[in-house]
């Protein structure tokens, strides 16, 4: 089955505890993105990856970091998390992605966060 | 920089009214995508619209692209409780998608 796999689907940890999500998708796609999803300010962009070694900012990569080392893997560290990174998170990806593609995004069934 | 705004944040019907979001973005799309998000679950891909002034129908919901590509609208007809959920818009500017921040219907009891 296609799909987009994200773990853990809850995590509640402490403040400067790293901690890492990952995601893997087993479509072959491209493109995979990270986003942050809160009330009433919708789905943020954190990182995203055009390809394996391909990985640039979104709208709020502070504090975060990511990898693409294989094309199905694209974790997400928080490597000193702090209670503002509480949150649901998304992994998703597509066939490509960038200023030429109008692929849709399959999402992960998220993460959610609690940083105390 | 970029931006979308969708509107309104909530709206409230009763089972079998009409249900409307909509999106403006400040500068030119060339594609508009929709997705839905149960609650509890994760957006899900509805319908993509590409040229301008395009209309696309699925059912009870319709989804229409303006003819500047700068705006783009969902309705959704005689709503049933399955239509629960928020309805998103992203539009692809320059290079990424640009997230409007929702719509949540809900269903008056």
């Known amino acids: 089955e296609a799909q987009v796999t994200q773990n853990p689907r809850y995590l509640i940890t402490v403040t400067g505890k790293k901690l890492t999500v990952t995601c893997s998708q087993n479509m072959n796609h491209e493109y995979m993105s990270w986003y942050r999803q809160d009330p009433g300010l919708g789905l943020r962009q954190i990182y995203y990856?055009?390809?394996?070694?391909?990985?640039d900012k979104g709208d709020v990569p502070e504090g975060y970091k990511v990898s693409r080392k294989e094309k199905r893997n694209f974790p997400l560290i928080l490597e000193s998390p702090s209670p503002n990174q509480t949150s649901l998170y998304f992994c998703?990806?597509?066939?490509?992605?960038?200023?030429?593609?109008?692929?849709?995004?399959?999402f992960g069934d998220g993460t959610r966060l609690s940083i105390l | 920089g970029q931006q979308v705004m969708q509107i309104p944040q909530y709206q409230h019907v009763q089972e079998g009214e009409d249900f409307t979001t909509y999106c403006n973005s400040s500068t030119t799309l060339s594609n508009i995508q929709w997705y839905k998000q149960r609650p509890g679950g994760h957006p899900v891909f509805l319908i993509q619209?590409?040229?301008s002034g395009e209309v696309k129908k699925q059912k009870r919901l319709t989804f229409q692209f303006g003819e500047a590509k700068k705006n783009s609208s969902l309705h959704i007809t005689a709503t049933q409780t399955t239509d629960v959920g928020t309805y998103f818009c992203a539009g692809k500017g320059n290079y990424q998608l640009i997230w409007g921040a929702g719509t949540k219907l809900i269903i008056k009891p």
């Open positions: 990856s055009m390809n394996v070694e391909v990985t």
């Open positions: 619209l590409v040229k």
């Open positions: 998703a990806s597509s066939f490509t992605g960038g200023a030429y593609s109008n692929q849709p995004q399959h």
